[in-house]
């Protein structure tokens, strides 16, 4: 078993924790706490880690756990995941819609967009479409079986879909 | 392959994700090229797939905070810790070694009187005040009894000043001088040759132990002192040594018999 885990790795997957951080929980500031306490946290289970496998999905599951754990809240947001329901922006969902360099409105939009899918659909989404992680990785690090990954996931897309559909300009509308 | 399996909705999201088999993927890329429809959805994802990238990936450049680098070496408790806790055991107990050491220090300072201070001080008193023709003291010695009065008032505890004319050095007077903590009292005396001696006096607040004689000399002038209670005596004076130390055993015998019989002088 390691005693340690490789610091290199650890800074090179910061800006992904920070990233994950923030779809979690929606502030700049709470992500960044998050990921302290996810370090923390690591290196107290630094020889739970096995050397070669990937650290950074072993670091998402540190996050998403100490996060459940963290806010009680979210376990209510978990509950209302399955009602579909909702369309508002997400409780709590503060990150700052900047006017991107490019003139690409969407972009800013999509962020918000995705504070306004439950946060489990939200996470699942994120770490199959923006991080990459294989289907079975994602349901490792939720702790939750491949099948309710792949349905999160269904749901996330096609939420996502009906928000770009309600909020598009007529040009982009494709029928 | 015609003959492969249905397409599911997990297999549009697995292709779209490129996390299909090379050999599904074969298979779903031939079905979706007969269904516009499915092929139409995959395209949707990748289109939310990119902009999810596009709109998330500028994060990946921002700057790390400070704590979050911090927070990524090794934690005070980690790996250092456990490979160099010999060698830290070592290292603290000798911290706590000079520690301890310098707050003895502290403590000896104190029950000796700061002896380096105070001969300084005494003899920085002494070069002040006995190079002053005019006004060495503040009280002459014609007002003795006022001047004994009034330090012993200052000083918070009996003085007296020491009679040494048996060995030629009368009494000029007395004055109050600024000490460390305490204020302290200058006794100055002087000889027929006009070599001026004084004789500086400080109560500290921490009893001590007696201490032997002391001597020390600072800018040329010569200092015996010595703690006796918790009381600092310096004798200080631009003249011999062995001179200066006879003027110092005498102020020391009459200070003794004084703390024998604490009684005002008559």
Redo the contacts between chains.
Sequence with gaps: MPDTLPNPDLIAALPRLRRYARVLTGDMHRADDLVQDTLARAWEKRRLWQAGSDLRAWLFTIMHNVHVNQFSLRQREYAQASLDADDGPAAGWEIPVRPTQSDRVELSEVVGQIGRLPLAQREVLILAAVEELRYEEIGDVLGVPIGTVMSRLSRAREKLRRMNADTASPLKVVK | MSSGLPLS??DL??FA???LSPERTVEVAAALAREPALA?RVA??KR??A????????????P??A???R?????PH??LW?RLRPALAVAATLVIGVALGWLGREQMLRLEGTPITFSRQAALTHALYAADQNRPVEVWAADEQRLVTWLSKRLNFPLRAPDLNSIGFSLVGGRLVAGNEKPGALFMYENADKQRISLLVRKDDVASHETAFRYAKEDGVSVFYWIDDSCGYAISGRIDKTQLLAVARVVYGQLAAFEAAPSPRP
């Design positions: 909705d997990d999201h697995a994700d490129n996390q139409g949707e994802i939310q797939n902009l999810l990238r596009d709109a998330l990936d500028p994060w990946l450049a921002e790390l905070p704590k979050l680098l927070a990524s070496a090794d934690p980690g790996r456990r």
